[in-house]
């Protein structure tokens, strides 16, 4: 069936530094790839999303690639912050709109 | 900014209860949806919901569940008879405008199963 898989599961970095979050989805099909932000107790927010006609995606600190031939892709953040602490989710969809979310990489950046 | 508001924050039930999530998606939006999250796992899909009639569920959506659009602005989603395994948060979201596959979630109805 569909799945997404997300590495890590846990992430640590020092303030400053890169942090970088991989999905690997399994219906070849998807052709739409968000990723979303939640804070402990919110709602999940996009912050980037990129689609399968596009490699890469980059909107200020934040980047996303995608590899459609190895059905991967990565989210990269520089120059973290603290405020970048929270749980980081890839998903990927298809035609029918629907979401399969990966299981979470719960992001710590340390001042 | 438009959000997709949800209502309550916070519902408390007994085993066996019915319980009814309310939506307010996006205005102009025309695909719905509801995920749930048991804590510190991910979001699950459950259904999604275009032109008034299901257009796809999950293995969760049994026969306990249903969504309507009962109005205009409203999308909710009834569980028949709550089991315990049901307390999760519930999102509601919404897609549709220009970018007809971007979702936007609301804040969640947290449900706890007594």
């Known amino acids: 069936g569909e799945n997404v898989e997300q590495h890590p599961s846990t992430l640590s970095v020092q303030e400053g530094d890169s942090a970088v979050i991989k999905c690997t989805y399994s219906?070849?099909?998807?052709?739409?790839f968000p990723w979303y932000k939640q804070e402990l107790g919110k709602r999940p927010q996009l912050i980037i999303d990129?689609?399968?006609?596009?490699g890469e995606k980059k909107d200020q600190r934040i980047a996303v690639t995608l590899n459609k031939t190895a059905k991967h892709f990565s989210l990269h953040i520089t120059e973290t912050q603290p405020e970048d602490s929270a749980v980081y989710f890839c998903?990927?969809?298809?035609?029918?709109?629907?979401?399969?979310f990966g299981q979470g990489t719960e992001l710590s950046v340390k001042p | 900014e438009p959000e997709v508001t949800q209502t309550p924050s916070h519902q408390v039930t007994q085993m066996g209860q019915e319980v009814i999530l309310r939506c307010v998606p996006i205005?102009?939006?025309?695909?719905f949806y509801w995920y749930r999250q048991i804590l510190g796992q991910k979001v699950e899909f459950l259904v999604s919901?275009?032109?008034?009639?299901?257009?796809?569920k999950s293995e969760i959506f049994d026969d306990q569940f249903s969504v309507e659009r009962p109005d205009g602005s409203n999308f909710t989603l009834k569980i028949r008879s709550t089991k315990l395994e049901d307390s999760a948060m519930y999102f509601c979201?919404?897609?549709?405008?220009?970018?007809?596959?971007?979702?936007?979630f609301g804040p969640g109805t947290r449900l706890t199963v007594l």
């Open positions: 990129i689609r399968s006609n596009v």
């Open positions: 919901f275009y032109n008034n009639e299901i257009s796809e």
């Open positions: 205005s102009n939006h025309l695909y």
């Open positions: 979201a919404s897609s549709g405008g220009a970018q007809r596959d971007t979702q936007y």
């Open positions: 998903a990927a969809s298809g035609q029918g709109g629907k979401l399969i």
């Open positions: 219906d070849s099909a998807s052709n739409y």
